[in-house]
């Protein structure tokens, strides 16, 4: 019984360790094969990637080569044009001459040109306006009163290369004239005009004041100007200038010539007269003055230059309300008798007192007695106004035959001869002004009455009317 359950006892420790065995060999047949299997696997990455690298090397071989191909291909087909430098304008006659320094390896270059003128809008561009294998270039296409604005570039013979602009160049038409016109409107309004200047985008208004200075009124874009601070019977000074602006930021500005204008309304289509007075001034000058400011009325008083330091109110004040004065020489001299130096100085001392008194110089003269010659009349420098109606005042010394004189022979056109320095003369003229302007007569001075007939007075030609011209 013992010997059965040793036996037993045995057979289940012999199963336990055959089992165990069995075991041990399963699991060592298994771990090999996955050892195997993670080894291959490894063996396969690391090939794989081994093959990847060297790919990997041959590309970026490749690459380099490329990119080494393409830096040379570059260096030799790009090579740069620098910008045209110096470039330069110039007026030659009629036309606008462009020049510019050489670019290396240019064959020709080509000029862009944007031109500024009264039709265009603020968005004018620049456009090719021709090409030269010059240094230089001229455009035959221009007008007056535009600015015209270039720049240059360099171009290879193939085309491939193009340089980039140069530096902007400009060059502006001036007009041969920039002249201001007036009038003085029935609204007691002095109105400005102007011809227009076909690349300036406005134009600025200025006004001489009290103190001699010229104040800036305003800025249009328009040819026109209606200044309505203005006192009836004043004489106003101005300047007008035009600005033209450029591409870079900077502006051009022109002034016109001083325009003087009285505010007094003169109608062409009526009657006019210029009254004048010689060898003043004198004691009766101021009386005459205020009788004329009185009836809104002028007249044109030939000074001596000798006698304005003792009357320089009566002067100014003429000069104020719109009189014009002219000069009759310095001390009244026979100018047909001087050398042409003689009258010169003698025109000159006494335009220097006009302008000391009234801050202008005087543009027309009268000969004393009348008295002219070849020689004057290359030396005044200055129109010659004589008269049509002469009343002898200076001889009759008569109120009565100076005025029946007037009332009986004046016409349109006419011109006047009176003398200042006599009282009958005085009463005669305190009673002709306001009769005269009855009768129709608009009282204007010669310079008026030679714009409104239109006459253009030229210095040392002779003038004893200015009728209409039929």
């Known amino acids: 019984m013992n010997r059965m359950n040793n036996y037993k006892f045995l057979d289940v420790a012999t199963r336990i360790v055959v089992t165990i065995t069995l075991l041990l060999f399963f699991l060592a047949v298994f771990n090999c094969n996955s050892l195997y299997v993670y080894a291959m696997n490894a063996v396969t990455v690391t090939d794989n990637n081994s093959s990847n690298e060297a790919q990997n090397v041959n590309t970026t071989e490749s690459v380099a080569v490329d990119n080494a191909n393409t830096t040379e291909t570059a260096v030799t087909d790009t090579g740069i044009l620098t910008s045209p430098m110096n470039v330069k304008t110039v007026k030659e006659k009629k036309y606008v001459k462009l020049s510019w320094d050489k670019v290396e390896g240019a064959y020709k270059y080509h000029i862009y040109r944007k031109a500024t003128t009264s039709e265009d809008d603020s968005d004018e561009e620049f456009e090719l306006t021709g090409d030269t294998k010059k240094l230089s270039y001229k455009d035959k296409d221009v007008e007056a009163g535009n600015l015209y604005e270039y720049y240059v570039t360099a171009v290879s013979e193939d085309e491939a290369k193009v340089s980039t602009p140069s530096e902007v160049a400009y060059y502006f038409m001036e007009p ?18 102007w011809k227009e200047v076909p690349a300036a985008r406005k134009y600025v208004i200025y006004r001489k004041n009290t103190s001699g200075k010229y104040i800036k009124l305003s800025e249009t874009s328009k040819k026109k100007y209606l200044d309505d601070s203005v006192r009836k019977g004043k004489t106003y000074k101005y300047k007008v200038s035009y600005i033209v602006n450029l591409s870079n930021g900077n502006v051009i500005e022109k002034e016109s010539k001083v325009h003087t204008v009285t505010a007094n309304t003169i109608d062409p289509n009526k009657k006019m007269v210029a009254l004048t007075f010689d060898d003043g001034p004198g004691r009766y000058t101021q009386e005459i003055v205020d009788c004329l400011k009185k009836n809104d009325a002028r007249a044109t008083f030939f000074v001596v230059g000798s006698n304005l330091n003792s009357y320089k109110s009566a002067v100014k004040n003429a000069y104020k309300i719109g009189c014009e004065i002219g000069n009759h020489s310095y001390n009244h001299a026979n100018l047909a008798q001087l050398s042409a130096q003689g009258v ?12 000391k008194i009234t801050g ?13 010659s070849k020689t004057v009349s290359s030396a005044v420098g200055k129109p010659i106004i004589l008269w049509s109606v002469d009343t002898l005042d200076w001889k009759t010394r008569n109120t009565d035959k100076t005025i029946s004189c007037v009332m009986n022979k004046v016409k349109d056109g006419d ?47 002779v003038y004893h009317s200015l009728r209409k011209k039929k």
């Open 344 to 355: 010169a100085k003698q025109m000159s001392d006494t335009d220097a007192r006009i302008k």
């Open 415 to 461: 011109i006047v001869l009176m003398h200042d320095i006599h009282e009958p003369t005085k009463r005669a003229a305190l009673y002709l002004i306001p009769q005269l302007k009855k009768k129709g007569y608009q009282l204007v001075t010669v310079s008026e009455l030679a714009k409104y007939r239109g006459y253009k007075l030229n210095k040392g030609s």
């Open 360 to 372: 202008s110089n005087s543009v027309i003269m009268r000969c004393p007695y009348g008295s002219t």
């Open 176 to 193: 041969q004239s920039f002249e201001v016109a007036s009038s003085f409107t029935d609204k007691n309004k002095i109105k400005l005009t």
